[in-house]
């Protein structure tokens, strides 16, 4: 059973626009959400991160919402740029699991 | 900085061959972990490590071993490649588990079983 759910496995934004990203999670236990970025033939790297505890975080250009009642988050990139195209997971844990759960992936194609 | 090292970063074998995907990292990170990353399904775990000589099982443990005698290395060992272990493998430190500690990856092993 996937825990932690991206249902749109492509998302294709206009240059400067606003790009939001969504992820769904099962289990009401996760703590802690992080989003990485991915470039081919590269490993993912961390983007942001948001407890729990929060509903919000921002890192310049990148945001994520936390909405636990409807346990979504989503990641708005703002404004978009030719470097962002690339695919995005969204990853879950518990502090006691040591573990972490991603998404599937969502792939964003900036357009110029 | 070389940040953690797989190694090789492609790897082509038969059905039943063994083989060890290398995984080194420079930062002293405690924790380090195993993802494999196939299409539509993410990225899921396989094993992790939270020291020197500590390990246990992730989502998706069976087929593979692994050991941590060393802080630095976190080799994975396929004991009898079987195509449904066709995937890129990905290595993953931090330097301890928990809040502030995300997760740095190595750039990947390719693998494919015939």
């Known amino acids: 059973d996937q825990q932690v759910k991206q249902n749109s496995p492509s998302l294709s934004v206009q240059e400067g626009r606003i790009s939001i990203l969504n992820c769904d999670y099962t289990?009401?236990?996760?703590?802690?959400f992080l989003w990485y970025k991915k470039y081919p033939a590269e490993g993912p790297t961390f983007l942001i991160s948001?407890?729990?505890?929060?509903d919000k975080n921002e890192d310049g250009r990148f945001t994520v919402f936390l909405n636990k009642s409807a346990k979504h988050l989503s990641l708005h990139i703002v404004p978009s740029q030719p470097g962002d195209s690339a695919v995005y997971f969204c990853a879950a844990s518990t502090q006691g699991a040591q573990k972490l759960v991603f998404g599937q992936g969502t792939r964003l194609t900036i357009n110029p | 900085n070389a940040g953690v090292t797989q190694t090789p970063k492609f790897q082509v074998l038969k059905t039943g061959q063994s083989m060890t995907l290398q995984c080194a990292q420079d930062?002293?990170?405690?924790?380090m972990s195993w993802y494999r990353q196939d299409p539509g399904m993410g990225l899921r775990l396989i094993h992790y490590?939270?020291?020197?000589?500590i390990t246990d099982q992730g989502e998706v443990p069976n087929g593979y071993n692994v050991s941590r005698s060393t802080t630095e290395d976190f080799p994975l060992r396929l004991l009898s490649a079987a195509p449904s272990q066709t995937s890129v493998y990905f290595c993953a430190s931090s330097p301890s588990w928990g809040v502030g500690s995300p997760l740095h990856f190595g750039n990947g092993t390719r693998l494919t079983v015939t």
């Open positions: 930062m002293n990170h405690e924790y």
């Open positions: 948001i407890s729990s505890i929060k």
């Open positions: 490590s939270v020291g020197a000589g």
């Open positions: 289990n009401s236990m996760f703590d802690y």
